[in-house]
C-alpha cells in the first residue's frame, strides 16, 4: 500500500480555513482506485480530500 504525506500551511502556521487552536490536518493519502477518464490513480486522505497520482 502506497502512502504519501503532505501539509497544507499558510501564513502563520494555520491549516486553511482553521480557526486560532486548531491543530494542522496532515493528509495522510492511501490510493482509493483508478480514474476512468484519465487511466491515472487516485489517492484520498481520511478528511475526503482526493487527489489524482503524479
Given at each position: 500500500m502506497i502512502r504519501t504525506?503532505?501539509?497544507?500551511?499558510?501564513g502563520a502556521g494555520a491549516a486553511p480555513?482553521?480557526?486560532?487552536?486548531?491543530a494542522l490536518h496532515l493528509?495522510?493519502?492511501?490510493r482509493?482506485?483508478?480514474?476512468?477518464f484519465s487511466g491515472s490513480s487516485l489517492y484520498r486522505c481520511r478528511c475526503?480530500?482526493?487527489?489524482?497520482?503524479l
Open positions: 504525506l503532505a501539509a497544507r500551511v499558510t480555513g482553521a480557526t486560532a487552536g486548531t493528509h495522510r493519502y492511501t482509493s482506485g483508478d480514474d476512468p475526503g480530500v482526493v487527489r489524482p497520482g
